[in-house]
Structure formats: C-alpha cells, structure tokens
C-alpha cells in the first residue's frame, strides 16, 4: 500500500545542525518503516527540487518543496499563495498539490517554535502549515516538540485551535505534555494527546568521509585522556542574546572557564562543534567557536580541535558520540549526546532543557542560565563533569529506553498514515 506523508517545521536545516536532526531522524523513521512512501519536506528553497536523505546509512530519494512566510505573495512557495490557491481549488500549486495527496502531514515547529518566545513571526511560520493541513482536512500529526510558553493571549487561543485540530500531537518530554494539556484544557485528549521522546534520539550517526574522517579519527586517536567535546552558542554569547533571554550568567566566558578547568587535568582534550551556522548572523555558532578554539590553543595547543565545516547531523552525532562528556547551549547537540549514552550538561536559556533532560533522568546536569550566576554555572558544569561516570551508567539503562520510545511512537504514526492511504 503506497503511503504519501509531508513534512513541515524544518526549514534552515542545512545550517541549523538541530533542526537538521530533526528532519533526518524524522525521515530516516518512517523510510524505514515505509520505504516505497512518497516523502515530500517543506524547506526554505524555491520550487521542487530532488534532494537526498539517509536510511541506515543509505542514500534514498526524497522530495524538496518551498514554503515560506514570506511577503512574495505571487510566488507559489508563499503560504499566503498557497491558502488562497487551495481556496481556487488549487491552481497547480505544488505545495498544495503535495498537501492533498498527503496520508499525513507531519510537522515538528522545529522543535521548539511552537511558541512566541521568539516572535510573533516566528510563531506565524510554524503556524501556517498547520493551518493549511487543517483547511485540506488532512491527518495532521504534531511530531514530538514543546508547546509554550505563550504570553500573548490571542496566540496561545490560536495555538490551542490547531493542536485541538490535530490527529495527534506528541509533547516531547514530560513537562512539554503537562503545557499541551494546559493549553488544550476540556479538550485534552489522552488517546490523541501524547507523551512521547524528541525524534531525535533516533538519529543515526554515521562517520565523515574523505579528509575529515582522517582528521577526527587521527585527532581521536591521539587522545590518552578523556575527551570533553562543547557547544558554543552565538546566541547566547553575546549582549543580544543576554538581554533577549534575560539572563543572569554569561554563557559564553562560562564556556571557556570549563573548559580551562578541565584541561587543567592531565592528557585532557576538548572538541568544538557549532551546530548553527548562520553565515555571521546574531544566531551563529561559528564566530563564538572560532574565538573559543583561538583563546585555548594558545595555552593547550593540538588538545583543542574544532570540527571540520561540511558535517550533516549524522555525522556531527558521530563526532559527539566519541566524547567523554558534552557541554552544550544548543538543546539537540546535547540530545546528540544523551542518546548516545555520553554524559552532558546544558548551559540553558529556557524552560525547554529541563524538561528534554528529565526524559533520561539528567535534569540535575542543567545550568539555567536563566536564575545562576557565572560561578554557580561553573560549579553546576564541574560536577556534571566530575560525576559523569555516575551519569554514564544511568543513561546505559535509560537511553535504549527513550530510543524505543521514539520507535513506537513513529509506529503509531506509520499506522495513522496508512489507515488513510
């Protein structure tokens, strides 16, 4: 039985290492669960196009579609075009074309936009797949992310309308399903309302090629210590991101103390790995990295590495996945982490990394930047790190646990698609 499935939510996916895992882990799933399925991604290009993605390890077809909230209302990627050809029954728009056929719609809001934490029109882009799913009375599955926080109350009623439309609506971690039944209130669901792991446990790491390979493994090898590997984040490096989030701390001066501390310990070694790499924008990692790796060679020389640029999220995950213990700002660098067993901590600006963290038992190993002070996130690091042997054995039972979970989940989604085909 031929399945058609959508996939909204991901867009930026190439510089965004963590909407990226998304995305991959997402489509990874269900191919492999459905590999004669249609699989059509909604991103941020222009027109269709073919483009790649991976199933064990294996390269499979997929379909590229644009979609944007964009002012360009003549252009058929606009969703503005797109509402108003499906109310002209179509008009050829490939989208919508895409939407119609679908078996189901699968949206993720990349992972945590669900929100107007980062602007109304933030929300406005998550939202109007959404929508348009729900005008096309096609099955509209959230996937796994947060709901929240909303301050704006006309948003919040909005965004309690669409999750109310949906098929089903998966909340990544425990304190994520508590917010949806929150927002759904009466109308909360527990056949349709689940609790369910990021999708991003199930990705699957895969080696670089070529010249990295030989890089990171001839770097690796040469290591007789522990490896600590770290996520900087633009974002929350620099005064815009501080004032944005209202922060107590200063993420990145605490970033550069851990890992000074940490190297102050024999044949230690510390990795570097942007996970957004916005071309210079206030949202990149690339700079603040760079900066990192600059300060610290000058005193640790060759023990200081940053990963080569070109990675995928397969193989950032497999870089992750050799290290001793992982300290992020980024949430799924740190998810890359926890799902291969690797100790971490979070250095978090939001809600979201507790709850994500509680889902294998960690929540104690995040540093809310949000309510600590410089030397309380420092001590809050230094005994993640100083403990992680204690948190390397609790995650060996946890973790094949929550990857199950993101399994059956994506079982029960498979079963929604083809009870419509």
């Known amino acids: 039985m031929s399945v058609a499935a959508c996939l909204f939510g991901v867009p930026g996916s190439t510089l965004n290492l963590g909407v990226g895992a998304l995305r991959a882990a997402t489509i990874g799933s269900f191919l492999a669960r459905v590999p004669d399925a249609r699989m059509t ?84 882009t998550v939202a109007w797949p959404k929508k348009l799913s729900l005008l096309r009375k096609r099955k509209l599955v959230f996937l796994p992310q947060t709901y929240g926080p909303f301050k704006i109350p006309r948003i919040r009623a909005e965004a309690a ?17 508590s917010a949806l039944r929150e927002l759904l209130g009466s109308d909360f669901d527990p056949r349709r309302h689940r609790e369910g792991v990021d999708v991003a446990f199930g990705l699957e790491p895969r080696a670089p090629e070529g010249a990295a390979f030989d890089e990171l493994s001839a770097w690796f090898a040469a290591a007789d210590g522990p490896v600590m590997g770290i996520n900087v984040s633009g974002l929350m490096s620099r005064a815009e991101g501080i004032a944005q989030f209202r922060l107590a701390g200063d993420g990145g001066k605490v970033a550069r103390q851990i890992c000074e501390r940490v190297l102050e310990e024999p044949d230690t070694r510390v990795i570097i790995v942007p ?75 939001s809600l979201k990394a507790r709850g994500v ?14 309510s600590l002070r410089d030397d309380e996130l420092l001590d809050t690091l230094w005994k ?27 079982d029960e989604i498979v079963a929604l698609a083809r009870s419509g085909a």
Request: aromatic share 8%; net charge negative.
């Open 275 to 349: 996970h957004v790499l916005a071309a210079g924008g206030t949202d990149d990692d690339t700079a603040t990295s760079e900066a990192l790796r600059a300060d610290l060679a000058a005193t640790y020389g060759d023990r200081i590495a940053i990963t080569p640029r070109g990675l995928d999220p397969h193989q950032t995950k497999w870089v992750i996945s050799r290290t001793a213990w992982f300290c992020g700002m980024r949430m799924h660098a740190t998810i890359a982490a926890l799902s291969s067993a690797v100790p971490a901590a979070i250095l978090a600006y």
């Open 384 to 410: 993640s790190w100083s403990n992680r042997s204690a948190a390397a054995a609790e995650l060996a039972e946890r973790v094949p646990v929550a990857i199950r979970r993101a399994g059956e989940q994506m």
């Open 41 to 124: 991604v909604f991103d941020d290009g222009w027109g269709e196009r073919e483009g790649t993605a991976y199933v064990h390890g294996q390269p499979v077809p997929i379909t590229l579609s644009g979609a944007r909230h964009s002012r360009r209302y003549h252009r058929p990627e606009s969703y503005v075009n797109m509402r108003l050809s499906a109310a002209l029954g179509g008009l050829g728009n490939h989208g919508v074309n895409a939407i119609d056929s679908a078996d189901v719609v699968l949206d993720v809001s990349g992972g945590d936009s669900f929100s107007d934490i980062y602007g109304e029109h933030r929300f406005r």
């Open 357 to 370: 963290f509680a889902t294998v038992g960690q929540e104690r190993h995040v540093a809310d930047a949000r």
């Open 161 to 177: 309308g669409l999750a109310r439309g949906a098929a089903m609506a998966w909340a990544r971690d425990p304190d994520s399903y």
